[in-house]
């Protein structure tokens, strides 16, 4: 049994098996052929019972004739009738067959191949004939010797006199005939009509399985055509031919194929556009520290021995501040892209949410107290929240120190902390700047800067809000931004309280 499903299923996986292609052609092939076959068999099988019916009915009515002679004749009560055995010979050979006569004692009275007068009949046709009278007459077609046999009952008997001498109680029903006729005729004409029929059919059978092979295998192509001009597409996109959308509208379905791969083809185009992008961004980004750099020494080099030792000390600490630059966009260049192929692990840990704002308050005071900035915080509630601390830190520290370093003199940044029984949101917002409407969703692209000379001024490297993002949506949650230049930004960030499950 096990062998068997082991079988099936190797002739499932079998390739060519699973080609649609093939699978088209069986079935207009083989829905083409069952009709075919049957048809052939219909009409030879009605073919053949209409011309033995036609013999039956032929021979019926001359055993008819037959019937009537016998009566008036009396042969069944005197057959040692010479000239009614010789009309029986003639009409046996009119059918081409046999005929016996068959008296009520069921002994054969006359058989015009002369073989079993005397003897007698048991038969159950015989003796139903006899019983049933004519209601009985009965015919049989026997296909394996080729031969038709006919029952026909003879007369009646309506007193009942003679039904003591008449064996197996025929005589009960009251219905007893005075005898039978029996015929058997032979079908071997018919036979030899069949086969010639049959062998026609058959060649007619063999040109129409060779027109629906090829009617099938037509078909077939013609329905799989849309597919083929689909992975032809498909393929040219593959090896580099065309960037261009593919269009196979011929069916619905290779439409909806068109339209998901020209879906994946823009994600890759856009993907291949920002990767282009991120790598000359990149490059020029960690380049700018370098050519400053660059500058520096080399006119620290020109000078000569000239140099006096405040100037040395003044150019080492502008580039030791470029360093530092370089360094910080190295290692944020690096989280960020860790975070993205989310091999960083979290750490998560129930956190105070209030304690982590307020230290972040804290550290972020002095650069706020530069600018004479107020900062404030609203804690609606007590908060803690499964989180990774660092990265929760990461994002409360950049939020708050954007908004101190976009605001202008004197201004302020609100911070609020609030939860519902699900999640708990950080708003920061400032009286800064501002972000301009058509820069807001790119705010969180790396390297993008709206004024990329201030952002460079106050030490930013663009890569601020990307970490930001990856960060909160590593903890599933959400973060929105809204601005008005010149009036100020609000960033709202949602995180939910408990760890949310892989997927
Ligand atoms: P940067 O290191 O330049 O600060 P970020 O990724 O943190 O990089 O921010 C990207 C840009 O978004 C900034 O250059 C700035 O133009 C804008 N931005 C961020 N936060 C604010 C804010 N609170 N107010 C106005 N502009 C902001």
């Given at each position: 049994m096990r062998e068997a499903l082991g079988r099936i299923k190797s002739i499932k996986s079998l390739k060519i098996l699973r080609s649609i292609r093939l699978?088209?052609?069986?079935?207009?092939?083989?829905?083409?052929?069952?009709?075919?076959?049957?048809?052939?068999?219909?009409?030879?099988?009605?073919?053949?019972?209409?011309?033995?019916?036609?013999?039956?009915?032929?021979?019926?009515?001359?055993?008819?004739?037959v019937s009537d002679r016998l009566?008036?004749?009396?042969?069944?009560?005197?057959?040692?009738?010479?000239?009614?055995?010789?009309?029986?010979?003639?009409?046996?050979?009119?059918?081409?067959?046999?005929?016996?006569?068959?008296?009520?004692?069921?002994?054969?009275?006359?058989?015009?191949?002369?073989?079993?007068?005397?003897?007698?009949?048991?038969?159950?046709?015989?003796?139903?004939?006899?019983?049933?009278?004519?209601?009985?007459?009965t015919s049989r077609y026997d296909r394996e010797d080729n031969f038709i046999e006919l029952f026909m009952p003879v007369g009646?008997?309506?007193?009942?006199?003679?039904?003591?001498?008449?064996?197996?109680?025929?005589?009960?029903?009251?219905?007893?005939?005075?005898?039978?006729?029996?015929a058997s005729v032979s079908t071997n004409e018919i036979e030899t009509t069949l086969e010639l029929l049959r062998r026609r059919t058959l060649l007619l059978e063999i040109i129409l399985i060779l027109v629906l092979f090829f009617i099938a295998v037509f078909v077939a192509s013609i329905l799989l055509e849309p597919f083929e001009r689909l992975t032809g597409a498909i393929r040219d996109v593959q090896a580099g031919f065309t960037t261009d959308d593919i269009d196979v509208g011929s069916y619905t379905e290779t439409e909806h194929i068109g339209d998901a791969f020209n879906q994946v083809l823009g994600r890759m185009r856009t993907m291949d556009e920002s990767r282009?992008?991120?790598?000359?961004n990149v490059s020029h980004e960690l380049k700018t520290p370098m050519t400053s750099m660059k500058v520096l020494a080399?006119?620290?080099?020109?000078?000569?021995?000239?140099?006096?030792?405040?100037?040395?000390?003044?150019?080492?600490?502008?580039?030791?501040?470029?360093?530092?630059?370089?360094?910080?966009?190295?290692?944020?260049?690096?989280?960020?892209?860790?975070?993205?192929?989310?091999?960083?692990?979290?750490?998560?840990?129930?956190?105070?949410?209030?304690?982590?704002?307020?230290?972040?308050?804290?550290?972020?005071?002095?650069?706020?107290?530069?600018?004479?900035?107020?900062?404030?915080?609203?804690?609606?509630?007590?908060?803690?929240?499964?989180?990774?601390?660092?990265?929760?830190?990461?994002?409360?520290?950049?939020?708050?120190?954007?908004?101190v370093k976009y605001n202008r003199e004197h201004g302020s940044v609100h911070v609020t902390l609030n939860s519902d029984h699900r999640n708990f949101t950080f708003t920061v917002e400032d009286t800064g700047v501002g972000i301009p409407q058509e820069s807001l969703d790119r705010i969180f692209d790396r390297f993008y800067r709206v004024d990329k000379s201030r952002s460079r001024e106050i030490g930013g490297t663009g890569l601020g809000l990307s970490i930001t993002r990856s960060a909160v949506l590593l903890h599933k949650g959400t973060i929105e931004v809204e601005s008005e230049e010149g009036v100020g930004t609000r960033f709202i960030v949602t995180i939910p309280l408990r760890k949310q499950s892989e997927g």
């Amino acid at each position: 049994m096990r062998e068997a499903l082991g079988r099936i299923k190797s002739i499932k996986s079998l390739k060519i098996l699973r080609s649609i292609r093939l699978r088209i052609f069986l079935c207009v092939f083989i829905l083409g052929i069952l009709p075919c076959i049957f048809m052939r068999y219909f009409i030879l099988s009605s073919y053949e019972s209409r011309i033995v019916s036609v013999r039956t009915g032929q021979v019926q009515a001359l055993l008819h004739v037959v019937s009537d002679r016998l009566i008036s004749t009396d042969y069944l009560r005197s057959p040692a009738n010479p000239e009614m055995s010789g009309e029986l010979t003639e009409f046996a050979n009119q059918i081409g067959g046999r005929i016996m006569v068959v008296g009520p004692d069921l002994k054969v009275l006359a058989d015009t191949y002369k073989k079993s007068e005397g003897s007698l009949v048991v038969s159950g046709d015989v003796v139903r004939c006899l019983r049933q009278g004519n209601r009985a007459a009965t015919s049989r077609y026997d296909r394996e010797d080729n031969f038709i046999e006919l029952f026909m009952p003879v007369g009646g008997v309506s007193d009942g006199s003679d039904a003591q001498a008449v064996p197996f109680g025929l005589g009960r029903s009251g219905r007893q005939v005075d005898g039978v006729i029996m015929a058997s005729v032979s079908t071997n004409e018919i036979e030899t009509t069949l086969e010639l029929l049959r062998r026609r059919t058959l060649l007619l059978e063999i040109i129409l399985i060779l027109v629906l092979f090829f009617i099938a295998v037509f078909v077939a192509s013609i329905l799989l055509e849309p597919f083929e001009r689909l992975t032809g597409a498909i393929r040219d996109v593959q090896a580099g031919f065309t960037t261009d959308d593919i269009d196979v509208g011929s069916y619905t379905e290779t439409e909806h194929i068109g339209d998901a791969f020209n879906q994946v083809l823009g994600r890759m185009r856009t993907m291949d556009e920002s990767r282009q992008e991120f790598v000359s961004n990149v490059s020029h980004e960690l380049k700018t520290p370098m050519t400053s750099m660059k500058v520096l020494a080399d006119s620290l080099l020109q000078q000569g021995d000239m140099v006096p030792p405040e100037m040395y000390r003044e150019f080492l600490q502008d580039i030791d501040d470029e360093l530092d630059r370089e360094n910080k966009m190295i290692s944020e260049l690096l989280s960020l892209a860790k975070m993205d192929r989310r091999q960083v692990s979290m750490n998560v840990t129930d956190v105070n949410i209030n304690e982590l704002a307020e230290i972040v308050m804290r550290r972020v005071r002095p650069l706020a107290r530069q600018k004479d900035i107020e900062l404030t915080m609203v804690s609606e509630r007590e908060i803690t929240a499964q989180v990774d601390e660092v990265k929760m830190t990461m994002v409360f520290t950049n939020l708050i120190e954007n908004a101190v370093k976009y605001n202008r003199e004197h201004g302020s940044v609100h911070v609020t902390l609030n939860s519902d029984h699900r999640n708990f949101t950080f708003t920061v917002e400032d009286t800064g700047v501002g972000i301009p409407q058509e820069s807001l969703d790119r705010i969180f692209d790396r390297f993008y800067r709206v004024d990329k000379s201030r952002s460079r001024e106050i030490g930013g490297t663009g890569l601020g809000l990307s970490i930001t993002r990856s960060a909160v949506l590593l903890h599933k949650g959400t973060i929105e931004v809204e601005s008005e230049e010149g009036v100020g930004t609000r960033f709202i960030v949602t995180i939910p309280l408990r760890k949310q499950s892989e997927g």
